[in-house]
């Protein structure tokens, strides 16, 4: 699977050529999946960067969303459905079922907020991305709508729906201290936390967090801390490596570490 980090760079080069992606993002699972709420899949048309699980299931996504790409359509709420028949050879490992949101990016549309979310993720910042997935009538904004909240730079200026200000404060603290799920937002104008997308006569958003990066420092440089290093990054650690010795701290013996003391 791709980091954060990945994901975001990738769609910021992408879209600085010039050229559109799209991003598939689980927003909400029922039973067994292979992946987990905010699992990303970034879809262009040399292929694919990040997972949402593999197999049958990914594959139908990413057949849809070069459909997407191709046509340059709106974005669409998809349904991964893994439960399967247990009496066919083909049945997926997992028995649940993924809401795949699958929304299209344009260069000069999106490429603020990508390089907001790549900035954040490179510096370990934390920071999220608001999506509105679906809403009532004529809205301020159209589904695909999205907005970067960045940690002490909160306001209410081109968020994809209107907030009072205790709202804001609220979804504030839901963006930096919460893990990903779908909001909906009521008629009363109050957000609240739901388990999948509800209401056609409510608006419902996605609040995606991209966490501050955990720092794993790695103080020796011997044959242990090697695999301790791949590992770390594997698992999408920032990590530091600390030696007296310029010969054992390096980039060649640990070519996964951020930073060397």
Same mark, same amino acid.
């Given at each position: ?25 689980v ?80 260069p000069?549309?999106?490429? @603020?907020?990508?390089?907001? #979310? =790549?900035d954040? *993720?490179?510096?370990?910042? &934390?920071?999220? /991305?608001?999506?509105?997935?679906? $809403? ?29 200000? @205790?709202?804001?404060?609220? #979804? =504030?603290?839901? *963006?930096?201290?919460?893990s &990903?799920?779908? /909001?909906?937002?009521?008629?009363? $104008? ?36 090697q ?5 770390g ?29």
């Open positions: 699977m791709a980091s954060a980090e990945k994901i975001w760079s990738e769609a910021v080069s992408t879209l600085e050529s010039g050229r559109p992606f799209v991003l598939a993002t927003v909400n699972v029922r039973g067994s999946t292979p992946r987990e709420i905010g699992a990303k899949m970034l879809v262009r048309e040399d292929g694919q960067v990040g997972t949402i699980g593999g197999g049958c299931g990914e594959a139908e996504i990413f057949r849809k969303a070069r459909l997407l790409l191709e046509k340059q359509e709106g974005p669409r709420l998809e349904q991964v459905d893994l439960t399967g028949d247990f009496e066919q050879e083909e049945i997926g490992t997992c028995g649940g079922i993924m809401d795949v949101f699958i929304d299209l990016w344009m000069k549309r999106d490429a @603020n907020v990508a390089a907001a #979310l =790549a954040a *993720a490179q510096r370990g910042e &934390p920071a999220a /991305l608001l999506t509105l997935i679906n $809403g009532p009538g004529p809205l301020q904004h159209a589904a695909g709508s999205k907005a970067v909240l960045r940690l002490n730079r909160l306001n209410s200026e081109g968020l994809p729906v209107t907030l009072a200000q @205790n709202e804001l404060e609220q #979804l =504030a603290q839901r *963006a930096f201290e919460v &990903p799920g779908l /909001l909906e937002l009521e008629s009363s $104008g109050r957000l609240k936390p739901v388990t999948r997308v509800g209401r056609s006569d409510s608006a419902c958003l996605f609040l995606d967090p991209l966490a501050g990066t955990q720092q794993l420092v790695i103080v020796g440089a011997g044959h242990i801390a695999p301790l290093c791949v590992m990054a594997m698992v999408g650690f920032r990590v530091t490596v600390i030696d007296d010795r310029a010969a054992f701290a390096n980039r060649e013996r640990f070519p996964q570490a951020h930073a060397f003391i």
